[in-house]
């Protein structure tokens, strides 16, 4: 069964300085694989998505992340962190099959420092 | 804005009571999804709908149900409720309710059972 683990619960950056919140996947195959984005008191939005085509995956706002199947990776990363990118983050797997079930991480709460 | 709406944004009711959650998809998808986020449970899969038909199922308790309309909205009623199902209600939708098919998530509904 397909299953994601992020490592962080919580991760605390200053701002300017590079961001790394890191996931791991468990699946038999080669997964797809998400990042979103939850703002407090707001709804989730999608970051960058993989699904087998380039390891490396540019998202939206400056994110990133590879996909590393020797690793069962796919670690999310910035630069440059912005007092705005203070958020939940949530590494997310769907389920194989005939289905758009999402499986989510437990996520992890990005805190920046000015 | 995903151009997924939810309604009502927040819901105040007593055990024992019943609700009805609304949710309108993205104009051009057919696939709807439900979820539940608390904070003991983090984010939970509930039930997918594709074109009026269930698809797939989560974790959902048999007090809960959900349908999807030919008009594609679909609609999640709670029953006999409980204090531990105050939660976040997220609806979801995407084009065709595939492994890997991008879903874009509505604000939420806040359920607050007292």
């Known amino acids: 069964a397909q299953s994601v683990t992020q490592l962080d619960s919580h991760v605390s950056v200053s701002e300017g300085t590079p961001v790394l919140l890191r996931c791991n996947y468990s699946s038999s195959y080669s997964p797809s694989l998400f990042w979103y984005v939850q703002h407090p008191n707001k709804g989730l939005q999608l970051l960058l998505k993989?699904?087998?085509?380039?390891?490396l995956v540019k998202g939206i706002n400056g994110f990133e992340a590879e996909f590393k199947k020797s690793e069962t990776s796919f670690h999310l990363t910035k630069p440059s962190a912005h007092m705005s990118d203070a958020a939940e983050y949530f590494c997310?797997?769907?389920?194989?099959?005939?289905?758009?079930?999402?499986?989510f991480g437990q996520g992890t709460t990005l805190q920046v420092k000015p | 804005d995903s151009g997924v709406t939810q309604t009502p944004k927040h819901l105040i009711t007593a055990t024992g009571q019943r609700v009805t959650l609304r949710c309108s998809p993205r104009s051009g998808d057919l696939s709807v999804y439900w979820y539940q986020q608390s904070l003991d449970q983090g984010l939970q899969f509930l039930i997918q709908y594709y074109n009026g038909e269930e698809r797939a199922k989560g974790n959902i308790l048999e007090r809960f149900s959900a349908q999807q309309f030919p008009d594609l909205h679909s609609e999640l009623n709670l029953s006999s409720l409980e204090l531990g199902d105050s939660a976040l209600y997220f609806c979801a939708s995407s084009v065709d309710g595939g492994e890997g098919d991008t879903q874009y998530f509505g604000p939420g509904t806040r359920l607050t059972v007292l």
């Open positions: 993989y699904t087998s085509a380039a390891t």
């Open positions: 997310v797997v769907s389920i194989s099959g005939n289905t758009g079930k999402l499986i």
